[in-house]
């Protein structure tokens, strides 16, 4: 079984290009949907206990999470220390489904995996890229979004550039969706042909 792991910076496309996989019949698995099931489950108390007052009706709130979260790098790496092992456990038990179930490959969505060592565990990276003046227009029009947010984002994760260069594939997301699509399947033909390396 061949694992690329897919990561991106933020309004990159990245989630779009995940769907082009699924589109292909490959399966996905989302981290940051993981995080979202834990907010609602498993991580809340662990959460709660180092960060009180962030659960709202036995959920943690997000909102009231980043907030204590700002220009605190110290608990940033905190919360990274509890929810990271978790999500972690979360896609070893989807690789092992997936491995199960005779995949042939399968993809990672993995938002920090460089800056979370996450490369060492998959077969090949895919980054999604588009230029700085198509990225942040993207991003500066989400709801609640401003310039200096967006700053704050992106130096807490590797430069474009970076994961560009360390990247086995890259999908450029700034041209059409049919563009996007099919530099996928351009990939899943590349890597149809190569075996996937991890032993365990």
Do not use: W
Not at 1 to 13: A, D, P, R, V
Not at 99 to 117: Q, S
Not at 160 to 169: E, S, W
């Amino acid at each position: 079984m061949f694992i690329l792991g897919l990561t991106g910076s933020i309004g990159m496309g990245k989630s779009t290009t995940a769907n082009f996989f699924r589109e292909a019949g490959v399966p996905v698995h989302d981290s940051d949907a993981v995080v979202h099931r834990l907010y609602e489950g498993e991580a809340v108390a662990p959460v709660e206990a180092e960060f009180p007052g962030v659960t709202v009706d036995g959920r943690i709130d997000r909102a009231r999470l980043a907030e204590r979260l700002v220009g605190k790098p110290d608990a940033i790496k905190q919360l990274e220390s509890i929810v990271h092992p978790l999500v972690r456990a979360v896609s070893e038990r989807f690789i092992a489904e997936q491995r199960a179930r005779g995949a042939r490959a399968i993809v990672l969505d993995i938002p920090l995996l460089f800056e979370t060592g996450g490369e060492k565990r998959v077969d090949a990276v895919v980054v999604v890229s588009a230029p700085a003046d198509v990225q942040r227009p993207r991003v500066l029009g989400r709801a609640g979004m401003t310039a200096e947010r967006l700053d704050a984002l992106l130096a807490r994760q590797m430069s474009d550039a970076d994961k560009r260069a360390r990247a086995h594939f890259i999908v450029d997301s700034s041209r059409t969706f049919d563009s996007a699509r099919a530099q996928v399947h351009a990939i899943l033909r590349a890597v149809a042909a190569l075996p996937g390396r991890r032993i365990s």
